[in-house]
């Protein structure tokens, strides 16, 4: 079966210190992987999303980055966090056959910038 | 631009009673997926039901079902019999350019619902 990990589950970072957050997917191959970031109380803000191995689709210019080392890995970094860079952060995977769509997510991290 | 917009920042339902979570959409995509998801305190995000623009039928999966009205570029997701557990944040999101080999999903501002016992 397919599963999504995502760590770590929170994170308190000062202002000006990097960012890196994983997200691997097992049992699927060349997945359609996303990263999302919610606001408290808020909807989620797509930040990016890739298709294949270095392929990355940025939503929102901002201090974040992100990459795609291998086929079923996502990461997002940052070199200098900012206060705004607050958030639940979620990663998800979007699976699509002849009959149906569906995404998953993974636990989220959230991350506290102070 | 706003491209899904869930009008209803919270909504109150009685238990067993039915709910419908408003969702209404903008593309020019001819081929486009709408999904809603449940998101509880916890955080986690909870896939609930799928429905693709080319779908003849409405999606239903238990308890929840899609009244999908494409000429008015709405996705409505009705909740029956509610439950406690139901209580939650929804989130209606789409899924454009799937012929063309896009893949961007984007989410609305979500709707709180409270069931009330």
């Known amino acids: 079966s397919q599963t999504i990990h995502q760590w770590p589950a929170t994170l308190v970072q000062p202002v000006g210190s990097p960012l890196s957050l994983e997200c691997t997917v097992e049992?699927?191959?060349?997945?359609?992987l996303y990263w999302y970031r919610q606001a408290a109380g808020r909807g989620l803000q797509l930040l990016f999303y890739s298709v294949g191995i270095g392929q990355i689709s940025s939503e929102v210019p901002q201090n974040l980055s992100a990459s795609r080392p291998q086929d079923r890995q996502f990461i997002l970094s940052s070199k200098k966090l900012l206060l705004s860079d607050s958030g639940f952060y979620l990663c998800?995977?979007?699976?699509?056959?002849?009959?149906?769509?569906?995404?998953?997510f993974g636990q989220g991290t959230r991350l506290t910038v102070v | 631009a706003q491209k899904i917009t869930q009008t209803q920042p919270g909504m109150f339902v009685q238990e067993k009673e039915a709910v419908t979570l408003d969702c209404t959409y903008d593309t020019s995509d001819p081929s486009y997926g709408l999904f809603w998801y449940k998101q509880p305190s916890s955080g986690e995000m909870i896939f609930l039901i799928y429905q693709g623009s080319y779908d003849q039928q409405n999606a239903t999966e238990g308890r929840y079902s899609l009244n999908f009205q494409k000429a008015r570029k709405s996705a409505n997701l009705v909740i029956s019999a509610s439950q406690l557990g139901d209580s939650a944040m929804y989130f209606c999101a789409m899924r454009e350019g799937r012929d063309t080999g896009g893949f961007k999903t984007i989410f609305g501002a979500g709707t709180r619902l409270f069931v009330k016992a």
């Open positions: 049992g699927t191959s060349n997945p359609n």
């Open positions: 998800a995977w979007m699976r699509e056959d002849s009959r149906n769509t569906e995404a998953f």
